[in-house]
């Protein structure tokens, strides 16, 4: 059957169980979508912040002559002293590129920006600063409203200048821009002084949570978030990760929201967020992104992401109006789409302000229009439903549900296509290739081959028609004719290729490799269609015939087919084929496959149904492309807060406190966690460097003590295992730790523990060392305080002794952690003792900053030689640390080791406060006595 620029459907398939993954549609927890956009009970306040605009080389590692300013808009709950809460998680907005200045226009007319500013951020005379970071006062007030400190970062003193070496796209530097303003907010954190001189008197000291981050990126910001998120979170895509890593050390980014991003990468990389869930918002009459590279980010992420992804496709919007600053836009759409602005207003030309562009492909027509409300409304419904579920300790993840496209919308929202995708939380059972049978006249082939044969087609119309196709009606100049060609192969879909024709009644089957029965189930369809018909059609934008497609669903069961759905599909796009890749800058003449677009049908299986196959039925003819179909695995999104978890282990001694073997998105917070004979908090399940299903676990203000109990070994207050992105141990209180002989720490990181914060905890009263790590990577020991441990003596005299205050066991070829800014508070009595021990030469860790002390003037040992303080900094490590007295404010004979005095030398040295919990209670006492009445010995 030959091919005409039929109309284009893709299917990619997946299978959840829905109570892992989204519930059942007939349970879904009810929402009432109107009140998405209310205001939330805080009050709202906003002031400015900025700094001098400067040459920094940390900003800018490439270059010398770029100047760089941290300034931008911050929006905070307006609490008061009767109704202070906190802290308050945060948010950070990033803008794309857009013109600096802004020129004077007539009343009426939207305003129009052009020309950049200088190397001091100034505009020519005459024009005015265009305010890119307010256009999202909309959002940063309604967060506030929810109890969210937002900040909008101007990027004015970047935004249109040239790139630099290893940066053409400044992308970097828009990364850098985000982790330096999240430096500076944890300066305002911790000194009300700093806080109220950069931000006009307002001191927002002490209320900001590090550990709840979300960013926002818009164009370019989109790739700089991701950037940002990559070098902070995964030491990634820049040489200076690391160092931001350490400086932004306890810092997560629990979500990132990209809008019409760029997806161009540098040095043939391009980066994906990982492990922490992740949202994009596509333009449906996209009129700048005109390659839509970004749709391609949604493909990769499907290979890497360990999270929930949401994919929208806001159609009738374009690419400026996410920013109320951005008032221009070119009204255009490809397809069957509803533009969000008012296709009715009147109409005037860019020559009409601008006389030079008479006569150039600048001179657009363009509606007076400044705007679209409703585009800001799907963008305030889009990043609530997000950053409201997942940033913040009192999100609520069930708001996530309204990108579920299983979850009906309200029939005053603007038409958006959903796509949800979780690859890690699912088993590939189908990969698109096997066990696939279609009615005769059906045509299968891969979609690269489907790419080809359709461009031939499309290349000889291109050289014969006098109009121009809509994606090249922006380019200075088009391709030549006679010259086309298809390039960017492999950006293309790896699926096939399936057409009905124009057939009612043919089908293609799918079967299982084996019979799966799940409880509850869904599959997940993801749907796009469009139609090329440009050069054939009057009516262009609704070319497609049928208008709208109708495929029944059916599912094939032991005992016969059941109808699950039918759906009906637009055509949204009327092109095929784009410019290869916009920043690459190949020739107009090499295109590339438009990517698809995907949609979700989201179908519930319930009553304990074996489903072995699937049939898709042609109503009135189409086109589809088959992926893969998948089965969820892991548990995410759970919160264990403010609970006593206490006196386990009675019938089972190896029993935990709290354990999570496969889970993300976990939160372990605000717990008294006690008298357990194993461990406290067990976190992870492979072992050594395996691929990991865990991550993203919150460890925050739990009181931990009295574990072990003398009864088993190996064991500790925390205790992890495997590779862990995201987690974050933070503000705990450890103590009274011990074992039955030996093994026993206060917190454990054991073997391949990766990529672990561990900040701002109280470890006492272990009976060996308070940290140790038996191998790891790139772990981020940072302001902690370790004291009285390895104290007691081994019961017996062949059990081995305990090891001192820290230590690392094996040696390994990459960085093992950094340690830095804490407190060792060393009490032991004797000849000497050890406060860091290696038991492999050539470990690699970095200490910095640190404050030893033992207040009976033990000598302290270090390394795996274990050799005098002075020796080991001889080493490189521990160059700018000390042995002093760290000056504790508290009574250190009631292990009040929770804040220092303001002459301390470790204040100096970087060291602050933690936060003293409630639920503490002073005293030292060990716990320390046997009960044989009460207790095994196991």
Same mark, same amino acid.
């Given at each position: 059957?030959?091919?005409?620029?039929?109309?284009?459907?893709?299917?990619?398939?997946? !299978? =959840?169980?829905?109570?892992?993954?989204?519930?059942?549609?007939?349970?879904?927890?009810?929402?009432?979508?109107?009140?998405?956009?209310?205001?939330?009970?805080?009050?709202?306040?906003?002031?400015?912040?900025?700094?001098?605009?400067?040459? *920094?080389?940390?900003?800018?590692?490439?270059?010398?002559?770029?100047?760089?300013?941290?300034?931008?808009?911050?929006?905070?709950?307006?609490?008061?002293?009767?109704?202070?809460?906190?802290? =308050?998680?945060?948010?950070?907005?990033?803008?794309?590129?857009?013109?600096?200045?802004?020129? &004077?226009? &007539?009343?009426?007319?939207?305003?129009?920006?052009?020309?950049?500013?200088?190397?001091?951020?100034?505009?020519?005379?005459?024009?005015?600063?265009?305010?890119?970071?307010?256009?999202?006062?909309?959002?940063?007030?309604?967060?506030?409203?929810?109890?969210?400190?937002?900040?909008?970062?101007?990027?004015?003193?970047?935004?249109?200048?040239?790139?630099?070496?290893?940066?053409?796209?400044?992308?970097?530097?828009?990364?850098?821009?985000?982790?330096?303003?999240?430096?500076?907010?944890?300066?305002?954190?911790?000194?009300?002084?700093?806080?109220?001189?950069?931000?006009?008197?307002? *001191?927002?000291?002490?209320?900001?949570?590090?550990?709840?981050?979300?960013?926002?990126?818009?164009?370019?910001?989109?790739?700089?978030?991701?950037?940002?998120?990559?070098?902070?979170?995964?030491?990634?895509?820049?040489?200076?990760?690391?160092?931001?890593?350490?400086?932004?050390?306890?810092?997560?980014?629990?979500?990132?929201?990209?809008?019409?991003?760029?997806?161009?990468?540098?040095?043939?990389?391009?980066?994906?967020?990982?492990?922490?869930?992740?949202?994009?918002?596509?333009?449906?009459?996209?009129?700048?992104?005109?390659?839509?590279?970004?749709?391609?980010?949604?493909?990769?992420?499907?290979?890497?992401?360990?999270?929930?992804?949401?994919?929208?496709?806001?159609?009738?919007?374009?690419?400026?109006?996410?920013?109320?600053?951005?008032?221009?836009?070119?009204?255009?759409?490809?397809?069957?789409?509803?533009?969000?602005?008012?296709?009715?207003?009147?109409?005037?030309?860019?020559?009409?302000?601008?006389?030079?562009?008479?006569?150039?492909?600048?001179?657009?027509?363009?509606?007076?229009?400044?705007?679209?409300?409703?585009?800001?409304?799907?963008?305030?419904?889009?990043?609530?439903?997000?950053?409201?579920?997942?940033?913040?300790?009192?999100?609520?993840?069930?708001?996530?549900?309204?990108?579920?496209?299983?979850?009906?919308?309200?029939?005053?929202?603007?038409?958006?296509?959903?796509?949800? =995708?979780?690859?890690?939380?699912?088993?590939?059972?189908?990969?698109?290739?096997?066990?696939?049978?279609?009615?005769?006249?059906?045509?299968?082939?891969?979609?690269?081959?489907?790419?080809?044969?359709?461009?031939?087609?499309?290349?000889?119309?291109?050289?014969?028609? !006098?109009?121009?196709?809509?994606?090249?009606?922006?380019?200075?100049?088009?391709?030549?004719?006679?010259?086309?060609?298809?390039?960017?192969? *492999?950006?293309?879909?790896?699926?096939?290729?399936?057409?009905?024709?124009?057939?009612?009644?043919?089908?293609?089957?799918?079967?299982?490799?084996?019979?799966?029965?799940?409880?509850?189930?869904?599959?997940?369809?993801?749907?796009?269609?469009?139609?090329?018909?440009?050069?054939?059609?009057?009516?262009?934008?609704?070319?497609?015939?049928?208008?709208?497609?109708?495929?029944?669903?059916?599912?094939?069961?032991?005992?016969?087919?059941?109808?699950?759905?039918?759906?009906?599909?637009?055509?949204?796009?009327?092109?095929?084929?784009?410019?290869?890749?916009?920043?690459?800058?190949?020739?107009?003449?090499?295109?590339?496959?438009?990517?698809?677009?995907?949609?979700?049908?989201?179908?519930?299986?319930?009553?304990?149904?074996?489903?072995?196959?699937?049939?898709?039925?042609?109503?009135?003819?189409?086109?589809?492309?088959?992926?893969?179909?998948?089965?969820?695995?892991?548990?995410?999104?759970?919160?264990?807060?403010?609970?006593?978890?206490?006196?386990?282990?009675?019938?089972?001694?190896?029993?935990?406190?709290?354990?999570?073997?496969?889970?993300?998105?976990?939160?372990?917070?605000?717990?008294?966690?006690?008298?357990?004979?194993?461990?406290?908090?067990?976190?992870?399940?492979?072992?050594?460097?395996?691929?990991?299903?865990?991550?993203?676990?919150?460890?925050?203000?739990?009181?931990?003590?009295?574990?072990?109990?003398?009864?088993?070994?190996?064991?500790?207050?925390?205790?992890?295992?495997?590779?862990?992105?995201?987690?974050?141990?933070?503000?705990?209180?450890?103590?009274?730790?011990?074992?039955?002989?030996?093994?026993?720490?206060?917190?454990?990181?054991?073997?391949?523990?990766?990529?672990?914060?561990?900040?701002?905890?109280?470890?006492?009263?272990?009976?060996?060392?308070?940290?140790?790590?038996?191998?790891?990577?790139?772990?981020?020991?940072?302001?902690?305080?370790?004291?009285?441990?390895?104290?007691?003596?081994? &019961?017996?005299?062949?059990? &081995?002794?305990?090891?001192?205050?820290?230590?690392?066991?094996?040696?390994?070829?990459?960085?093992?952690?950094?340690?830095?800014?804490?407190?060792?508070?060393?009490?032991?009595?004797?000849?000497?003792?050890?406060?860091?021990?290696?038991?492999?030469?050539?470990?690699?860790?970095?200490?910095?900053?640190?404050?030893?002390?033992?207040?009976?003037?033990?000598?302290?040992?270090?390394?795996?030689?274990?050799?005098?303080?002075?020796?080991?900094?001889?080493?490189?490590?521990?160059?700018?640390?000390?042995?002093?007295?760290?000056? =504790?404010?508290?009574?250190?004979?009631?292990?009040?080791?929770?804040?220092?005095?303001?002459?301390?030398?470790?204040?100096? !040295?970087?060291?602050?406060?933690?936060?003293?919990?409630?639920?503490?209670?002073?005293?030292?006492?060990?716990?320390?006595?046997?009960?044989?009445?009460?207790?095994?010995?196991?």
């Amino acid at each position: 059957m030959a091919m005409h620029f039929g109309y284009l459907v893709v299917f990619s398939i997946v !299978l =959840f169980d829905s109570y892992k993954g989204f519930p059942n549609t007939s349970d879904k927890t009810k929402i009432d979508i109107d009140s998405i956009f209310e205001n939330g009970p805080f009050g709202i306040a906003e002031t400015s912040y900025e700094y001098p605009t400067t040459y *920094d080389i940390e900003m800018t590692p490439s270059s010398n002559n770029l100047t760089t300013q941290i300034r931008g808009q911050l929006y905070y709950p307006n609490f008061t002293a009767v109704n202070r809460k906190g802290p =308050f998680p945060i948010l950070v907005f990033l803008p794309g590129k857009h013109p600096d200045c802004r020129t &004077p226009v &007539p009343l009426g007319y939207p305003a129009i920006d052009i020309n950049s500013t200088d190397s001091q951020g100034q505009c020519p005379d005459g024009m005015s600063k265009v305010a890119n970071h307010l256009g999202y006062s909309y959002l940063g007030r309604y967060f506030a409203s929810y109890g969210y400190i937002v900040a909008s970062i101007d990027v004015v003193s970047i935004n249109n200048k040239p790139g630099i070496d290893g940066d053409i796209t400044l992308n970097f530097v828009r990364a850098r821009l985000v982790l330096k303003t999240l430096e500076k907010m944890k300066e305002w954190n911790d000194s009300a002084e700093k806080c109220k001189q950069v931000l006009d008197g307002i *001191d927002l000291s002490g209320h900001f949570d590090f550990a709840q981050v979300g960013l926002m990126g818009h164009s370019r910001g989109g790739e700089g978030v991701r950037n940002a998120y990559n070098m902070l979170m995964e030491n990634k895509g820049s040489s200076d990760a690391l160092m931001w890593r350490n400086r932004l050390a306890g810092m997560n980014i629990r979500a990132v929201m990209e809008i019409a991003p760029m997806y161009y990468g540098r040095d043939g990389i391009k980066l994906t967020v990982d492990n922490v869930p992740w949202a994009m918002m596509v333009a449906g009459c996209e009129d700048d992104e005109l390659d839509y590279a970004h749709v391609r980010l949604a493909s990769e992420q499907m290979k890497t992401a360990k999270h929930p992804n949401y994919v929208v496709h806001v159609y009738g919007a374009n690419h400026e109006y996410f920013n109320s600053e951005w008032q221009i836009g070119i009204p255009s759409c490809f397809g069957d789409q509803d533009p969000l602005w008012d296709v009715n207003a009147t109409t005037f030309k860019v020559s009409d302000i601008l006389p030079y562009t008479l006569n150039t492909f600048l001179d657009f027509t363009l509606p007076k229009v400044n705007g679209s409300e409703a585009q800001r409304r799907i963008t305030i419904f889009v990043l609530a439903s997000f950053f409201r579920a997942y940033v913040g300790i009192n999100a609520d993840p069930s708001l996530a549900t309204l990108l579920d496209p299983s979850t009906p919308l309200s029939g005053d929202l603007s038409e958006i296509g959903r796509q949800y =995708f979780n690859p890690v939380q699912s088993i590939l059972l189908f990969n698109g290739s096997d066990n696939i049978f279609g009615t005769p006249g059906i045509e299968m082939m891969p979609l690269q081959e489907y790419a080809q044969s359709t461009f031939n087609a499309f290349a000889k119309a291109y050289d014969a028609s !006098l109009i121009r196709p809509p994606q090249f009606t922006f380019m200075p100049s088009p391709p030549q004719k006679g010259n086309l060609s298809l390039d960017c192969l *492999d950006q293309i879909e790896n699926a096939i290729h399936i057409d009905f024709g124009n057939s009612t009644k043919d089908e293609i089957l799918i079967l299982f490799d084996k019979t799966h029965t799940l409880n509850l189930m869904t599959i997940d369809i993801h749907l796009a269609r469009r139609s090329s018909c440009w050069f054939t059609s009057t009516h262009p934008s609704t070319c497609a015939e049928p208008r709208e497609m109708k495929t029944e669903i059916q599912l094939q069961t032991p005992n016969g087919f059941i109808t699950a759905t039918t759906v009906s599909l637009k055509s949204r796009y009327n092109m095929q084929f784009v410019l290869c890749n916009a920043m690459m800058d190949m020739p107009p003449e090499k295109l590339a496959f438009l990517p698809v677009m995907f949609e979700t049908v989201r179908i519930p299986i319930t009553n304990d149904i074996p489903i072995t196959g699937i049939k898709f039925l042609s109503r009135n003819g189409g086109s589809v492309i088959l992926g893969d179909i998948m089965v969820p695995t892991p548990t995410s999104s759970i919160h264990i807060i403010s609970n006593e978890v206490s006196y386990g282990g009675n019938v089972f001694p190896s029993g935990v406190g709290v354990i999570v073997h496969r889970a993300v998105d976990v939160d372990i917070v605000d717990n008294s966690i006690h008298h357990h004979r194993y461990t406290g908090v067990s976190i992870g399940w492979e072992w050594g460097y395996a691929p990991s299903y865990t991550s993203n676990i919150l460890v925050h203000s739990n009181y931990i003590y009295n574990t072990g109990q003398h009864i088993l070994c190996d064991q500790g207050g925390i205790y992890t295992l495997g590779i862990q992105p995201g987690t974050i141990i933070t503000n705990n209180v450890i103590k009274n730790v011990f074992s039955y002989a030996a093994y026993m720490w206060g917190i454990y990181l054991d073997e391949g523990s990766s990529h672990i914060i561990v900040s701002n905890n109280v470890v006492y009263n272990i009976g060996w060392g308070g940290l140790f790590q038996h191998y790891g990577a790139n772990n981020t020991i940072i302001n902690n305080v370790f004291a009285r441990n390895s104290e007691i003596q081994p &019961p017996h005299p062949d059990d &081995p002794i305990p090891d001192g205050d820290l230590r690392i066991m094996n040696t390994e070829d990459h960085l093992s952690w950094t340690f830095e800014n804490n407190i060792v508070y060393d009490t032991f009595q004797g000849s000497n003792h050890s406060a860091f021990k290696s038991d492999a030469p050539d470990v690699r860790v970095s200490f910095n900053n640190n404050v030893y002390y033992n207040p009976y003037n033990t000598p302290l040992l270090f390394g795996i030689q274990q050799t005098s303080f002075i020796e080991w900094q001889k080493t490189g490590q521990d160059n700018s640390s000390i042995i002093a007295d760290p000056l =504790f404010t508290g009574d250190v004979n009631q292990c009040d080791f929770f804040t220092v005095q303001s002459n301390s030398p470790a204040v100096k !040295l970087g060291f602050a406060n933690i936060t003293k919990l409630s639920k503490w209670a002073p005293g030292c006492g060990t716990d320390n006595v046997v009960n044989d009445n009460q207790f095994y010995h196991w």
